[in-house]
C-alpha cells in the first residue's frame, strides 16, 4: 500500500493516483502475478491459490489504511535488521 499512496517518484507516476492494480501488474515487481518467471511456469502464482478467509481479512486490514508501525514509510521489503527505513534513498 505504500507503493500506492506515495506521492513521488516511479510509484506514484504508475499507480496513476492511487491505484493498487496498477502497482501489482507493474511488470516484473511481484512474482505472484507472473505465469512465468525465466521463460518456466510459476506454479505459485495467483492464479493457482485458493484464498481463505484470514487471507480477506487481511487485505481488507491494508486496503482499510491499516499498516504495521515497523513499516514506516518503507517502498520495498523490510529488513528485520535496520529499525528504520530511509525516507530517501540517493545512489
Not at 493457482?48 to 508501525?69: C, F, Q, R
Request: charged share 15%.
Amino acid at each position: 500500500m505504500n507503493r500506492v499512496q506515495v506521492a513521488q517518484g516511479e510509484y506514484a507516476r504508475v499507480s496513476q493516483g492511487g491505484n493498487i492494480q496498477n502497482i501489482i501488474f507493474q511488470p516484473g515487481q511481484f512474482d505472484c502475478v507472473r505465469e512465468t518467471i525465466n521463460g518456466q511456469y510459476n506454479p505459485q502464482n495467483i492464479y493457482n491459490m485458493n484464498p481463505t478467509d484470514v487471507h480477506y481479512e487481511i487485505a481488507d486490514w491494508a486496503l482499510s489504511g491499516n499498516k504495521l508501525n515497523e513499516i514506516g514509510e518503507c517502498l520495498w521489503y523490510l529488513n528485520p535488521f535496520r529499525p528504520n527505513c530511509r525516507k530517501y534513498i540517493s545512489f
